[in-house]
């Protein structure tokens, strides 16, 4: 049997429950107060005290002193005659300042590197340049093989030729990419270059796997392999893509590479502030 040992005159007893867990070092409110921020994020809007509690697996009296808190510091306000939380003035000004300090270029460079050593190919990171509907190469790491891809910085990627252009239009609602299309035309490059009834098969594939695959369609020898990076909008704004000769990026390796593009698009993603 164990005794308690009574607390000392003018001091609290020390709650049995920690605040902070052992296991992964997380203070357990502060945790929680997180959640209910994002879990009110994504209703885009208002939700009741009541909703968030479900979500968050709380009681509701748990809930609303987490919420009190953030409602004290101006992280969330009630609105409306039924109370409902919404984001506050001050979410937006500390969320503001991740984005006025983020920098794509330094932030992407170490992991096209990396991305470049798991493959052993050349990686490149290309933006969406709305005013041309054209894709454009702003940064690249190249391999040390003595055959490699080497595109200029500044380098426009054909649409529905290319890797980094077609992960683009596989992001675009159909009739976006029939406008776009009609304006920019179809050159063919190469005899592999895609038909348009081939190019919307080939988008509703990139589509299911999440990845998009060009096979010599820009470039006779040249194969691509890209995936988009999403912004917080749920846009495409940029692209990741893994680029070689056909004798190495061989049938058996699209699905390997495919997957490391996949995963460094989500990682980019998360990192600049898009979508789980």
């Not at 919420?67 to 979410?91: I, N, S, Y």
């Not at 299309?181 to 990139?206: C, Q, R, V």
Request: hydrophobic share 40%.
């Amino acid at each position: 049997m164990v005794n308690s040992i009574p607390a000392k005159r003018g001091k609290k007893p020390r709650s049995a429950t920690p605040t902070t867990s052992a296991t992964t070092g997380q203070v357990q409110s502060l945790t929680r107060g997180l959640k209910l921020l994002e879990f009110i994020a994504e209703a885009h809007g208002n939700v009741a005290l009541t909703d968030l509690a479900q979500q968050a697996g709380l009681p509701n009296s748990t809930t609303h002193r987490l919420l009190t808190t953030m409602q004290q510091q101006g992280f969330v306000r009630q609105v409306g005659d039924l109370g409902l939380w919404t984001m506050g003035a001050h979410a937006f000004i500390v969320g503001s300042s991740f984005l006025q300090s983020r920098n794509l270029l330094a932030m992407v460079h170490p992991m096209l590197r990396r991305l470049m050593e798991e493959s052993g190919e050349t990686v490149n990171l290309a933006v969406m340049d709305k005013a041309e509907d054209q894709a454009v190469i702003i940064d690249q790491v190249q391999c040390t093989a003595l055959m490699r891809m080497s595109a200029p910085i500044g380098g426009k990627l054909p649409m529905h030729a290319s890797g980094a252009g077609k992960a683009f239009l596989a992001s675009m609602p159909d009739d976006q990419v029939t406008k776009l299309l009609h304006k920019k035309g179809m050159h063919t490059y190469t005899p592999y270059t895609l038909t348009p009834h081939n190019l919307k098969e080939g988008l509703a594939l990139i589509r299911k796997q999440g990845f998009s695959f060009d096979d010599e369609e820009h470039a006779l020898g040249l194969r691509c392999i890209a995936a988009c990076i999403f912004d917080e909008h749920r846009e495409a704004f940029a692209a990741i893509s893994i680029s070689g000769p056909v004798s190495r990026m061989t049938d058996d390796r699209v699905t390997e590479l495919g997957a490391l593009v996949i995963h460094a698009a989500k990682e980019i993603s998360l990192e600049y502030g898009g979508v789980r």
